[in-house]
């Protein structure tokens, strides 16, 4: 998912929050000169309300063949055991491409909307800040996916290893999917909010009609 739409081009309107699906090609540098095979990132989402870019590496290792190793403060990706590209982990637990260039003169074969239904991969599930699930939806009250979203709040008592302090968690009231996001202020739950109304709004081609807030608390 990305919020640079520079990255993008032969563009339309679509609709929000996510406005564009396409391709991004990237044109890695090792040691300062560039390879002579590029990455291409397919099925990028442009979503405006984001304020970092993303990356799925469930969807890159599953459907991509790519290895994908992490360590402490790294990111290795590789393929037919070639290194494609690394990205350094920062202190905040975002992770940036190495020496990579982006340049939209890359950029190639954008497609706009189309009947293709979006992959089932949550695709703001990265490096363990969000977690998804589908729960069996017995006893859900509402009559169709989106028509009610569940949202709860929880505070930690005790931060966690990797500085997390909060939970929100977002449950459609009729298949049970879950998503909970975990943050490390509780200024981050709108964009976890837009972030989860783009995703599932995609997935099922639906808009979410109502939100219930239970008013978490500590957990």
């Not at 497609?111 to 991969?121: E, G, M, T, V, W």
């Not at 996001?181 to 509780?186: G, W």
Request: glycine share 6%.
């Amino acid at each position: 998912m990305t919020h640079c739409v520079h990255l993008l081009q032969n563009t339309r309107p679509h609709k929000a929050p996510i406005k564009l699906v396409g391709e991004i090609v990237l044109r890695p540098l090792i040691h300062g000169h560039a390879r002579s095979r590029s990455v291409i990132l397919s099925n990028v989402l442009y979503v405006p309300a984001l304020s970092h870019n993303l990356i799925s590496t469930t969807y890159l290792s599953v459907h991509h063949d790519y290895t994908v190793l992490m360590k402490e403060n790294y990111i290795l990706f590789k393929r037919n055991g070639e290194v494609y590209f690394v990205a350094d982990i920062s202190e905040q637990g975002q992770a940036f491409v190495r020496e990579t260039v982006m340049d939209k003169e890359l950029v190639t074969g954008v497609r706009l909307a189309s009947a293709r239904k979006p992959d089932p991969i949550c695709e703001p599930c990265l490096f363990g800040k969000l977690n998804a699930g589908l729960f069996p939806s017995t006893g859900h009250r509402s009559g169709a996916p989106l028509d009610l979203i569940h949202s709860d709040l929880k505070s930690y008592s005790v931060p966690t290893r990797e500085g997390w302090k909060h939970r929100v968690t977002f449950v459609d009231d009729h298949t049970g999917f879950k998503v909970a996001y975990h943050m490390k202020n509780k200024s981050e739950t709108f964009a976890a909010l837009k972030m989860f109304q783009a995703y599932a709004e995609t997935h099922w081609g639906l808009k979410i009609k109502a939100f219930q807030d239970d008013k978490g608390g500590e957990c």
